[in-house]
T-cell receptor, first 114, second 115 residues
Framework: DAGITQSPRHKVTETGTPVTLRCHQT?????MYWYRQDPGHGLRLIHY???????DKGEVSDGYSVSRSKTEDFLLTLESATSSQTSVYFC?????????????FGPGTRLLVL | GQQLNQSPQSMFIQEGEDVSMNCTSS?????WLWYKQDPGEGPVLLIA?????ELTSNGRLTAQFGITRKDSFLNISASIPSDVGIYFC???????????????FGKGTLLTVNP
């Protein structure tokens, strides 16, 4: 398995509270991604990073921000959580070689916003 | 945004049967990936395809990169109960710039295998 961990694995929070999810990798891969997975929608890209301090938006970035201050960590923040952000969040990493021919996924974080 | 049409949405088969699923798009892709996701887990990469017409196997799994570069197929032979899960296709478009970093995913095929 690729060395990817996500924390927390499960979280319950209330509407309006800030939430930060962490993705940590031990592979020294350049690219990191945050996805959310919802029934009927599959995997949708929230934000991605192509290097330290280099990030860009995905297709569902509203309400989310990210930061990458070092290669191994990619943080996803919900500034003010809403019920529509209840989902399973996956982090993925990809090696620099050839760009994104492969992405390896973490175990996921289940977030419930009440 | 780009879409991948994955079919079928679900399959219910008997152990030992062969399975076929596919993804199609109106756009050209230059990489196709197939993932499997078990309940409560993240997707795991099964097969990666990089050239049009490429046929690649991984045990009982065989995937093909369509000649038109707009589709891909995954076949599972002699299914077993542990094949149960959701199978996703993903593709990378052949354009430059920022979109090179991103994959487009199909919505998945839910496979159920009856022992």
């Amino acid at each position: 398995d690729a060395g990817i961990t996500q924390s927390p694995r499960h979280k319950v929070t209330e509407t309006g509270t800030p939430v930060t999810l962490r993705c940590h990798q031990t592979e020294n891969h350049r690219y990191m991604y945050w996805y959310r997975q919802d029934p009927g929608h599959g995997l949708r890209l929230i934000h991605y990073s192509y290097g330290v301090k280099d990030t860009d938006k995905g297709e569902v970035s509203d309400g989310y921000s990210v930061s990458r201050s070092k290669t191994e960590d990619f943080l996803l923040t919900l500034e003010s959580a809403t019920s529509s952000q209840t989902s399973v969040y996956f982090c993925a990493i990809s090696p620099e070689r050839g760009g994104i021919e492969t992405q390896y996924f973490g175990p996921g974080t289940r977030l419930l916003v009440l | 945004g780009q879409q991948l049409n994955q079919s079928p949405q679900s399959m219910f088969i008997q152990e030992g049967e062969d399975v076929s699923m596919n993804c199609t798009s109106s756009s050209i892709f230059n990489t196709w990936l197939w993932y499997k996701q078990d309940p409560g887990e993240g997707p795991v990469l099964l097969i990666a395809l990089y050239k049009a017409g490429e046929l690649t196997s991984n045990g009982r799994l065989t995937a093909q990169f369509g000649i038109t570069r707009k589709d891909s197929f995954l076949n599972i032979s002699a299914s077993i109960p542990s094949d149960v899960g959701i199978y996703f296709c993903a593709g990378r478009r052949s354009v430059g710039g920022g979109s090179n970093y991103k994959l487009t995913f199909g919505k998945g095929t839910l496979l159920t295998v009856n022992p």
